[in-house]
């Protein structure tokens, strides 16, 4: 068996108006994520993670935010794309590790349904994708309120 692992990182900015999408799901709270397709950090961190692990290069790469087609684009669809990147290189998701960073709003409550959400889409089982969420105490940018961010590691096997 060959395993690899990648690491991944998403930052999005908080703003009114928009819907909040984190680990596949719609979370309420009265600010969303500002980007070129749903901005799902977490989707987009994991992503990378996968992506890394796989000498694939990165999500802007396959996924650039200059083209209109992704355009709004649910990051579910981009895990996917993703997931089936992999498995044209024979690999699959053996396990992920994600933190997502925020103040606002507290998504502990939301994180079972977000890890059935995305063993769904990658065909993973769910007890092999690990949330947790952290805050930054109140420093910086993700203290301050005005953006989201998440980190992710993967493990892919063959």
């Not at 909040?20 to 901005?39: R, Y």
């Not at 498995?87 to 709003?105: H, W």
Request: charged share 25%.
């Amino acid at each position: 068996m060959n395993i690899r692992i990648g690491f991944g990182y998403d930052v999005h900015r908080l703003v009114e108006g928009r819907e909040l999408w984190l680990g596949g799901i719609k979370i309420p709270h009265s600010a969303g994520l500002l980007g070129h397709s749903d901005a799902d950090v977490l989707i987009h961190a994991l992503c990378d993670a996968l992506l890394g692990a796989a000498n694939l290069r990165d999500i802007g790469y396959h996924f650039p935010d200059t083209d209109k087609q992704y355009k709004n684009i649910d990051s579910k669809r981009l895990l996917k794309k993703t997931i089936e990147l992999l498995a044209a290189k024979g690999y699959t998701l053996g396990n992920a590790d994600i933190t997502v960073c925020t103040e606002q709003p507290k998504i502990n409550p939301y994180i079972p349904e977000m890890q059935r959400c995305l063993a769904e889409v990658t065909g993973a089982d769910p007890d092999s994708i690990s949330i947790k969420a952290t805050t930054n105490e109140t420093l910086g940018f993700v203290g301050r309120k005005e953006g989201i961010a998440a980190y992710a590691v993967a493990l892919i096997k063959t």
